[in-house]
């Protein structure tokens, strides 16, 4: 399985605005490169392997 991360995360790591992190993850979800497991408040991001 992938890697799991927050948003929050995403920030901190690359030093982006909370808004740039959930644009590009938005992009990553539809695309099917990430997807989106647990629940919405305490879920983490996985990175879909192929």
Request: hydrophobic residues 30%; glycine residues 4%; proline residues 0%.
């Amino acid at each position: 399985m992938g890697e799991r991360f927050s948003a929050k995360e995403i920030v901190q790591t690359w030093h982006v605005s909370l808004k740039t992190a959930r644009r590009d993850i938005s992009a990553l979800l539809h695309s099917k490169l990430l997807e989106y497991i647990r629940s919405r408040r305490k879920g983490r991001y996985r990175t879909n392997s192929r």
